[in-house]
C-alpha cells in the first residue's frame, strides 16, 4: 500500500489517499484502487482524517476529541445548554399563551366598555 498526495486545483486541498496496486485479470492493464484518508493541513502538515467523503470524521454525529476528559467536559456543557433550551423554549410557550389570554381579555374589557358609552 502506498499513500498518495493529490491537490484539487479548484479547492486548493490537498486530500491524502491510501492506493493499492492489483492486476485487472481481464483488461490485462494494472489498476489501483483509493481510499481517502484525509485533508492535509497546509499550515501545520499534518492530515485531517475524514468519512470517505471529504468531510470531517465524525461519530454518531459527535465530534471526536482527542482527550476523552476535555470532550466530556464539552458533552456536559452541550446537554447543560441543551436542557436550558429547552426550558427556556417551554417558558416562552406559555409566556405567548398568557400574552394571547391578556390580549383577549383586554379586548373584552374594552367590548364593554365601548357598549355602556
Known sequence: MTII???DKRTGITYVYESESYWDK???QPRSKRKLIGKLNDE???VVPTDGRGKKRTENKKRVCAETALCDELNNKLREKDIIIHQL???NKALV???AA???EIGGI??????SR
Not at 374594552?110 to 357598549?115: D, P, V
Open 5 to 7: 498526495k493529490q491537490k
Open 26 to 28: 481481464e483488461k490485462h
Open 44 to 46: 501545520t502538515g499534518l
Open 89 to 91: 423554549t417551554e417558558k
Open 97 to 99: 399563551k398568557e400574552r
Open 102 to 104: 391578556l390580549i383577549k
Open 110 to 115: 374594552l367590548f364593554k366598555y365601548e357598549e
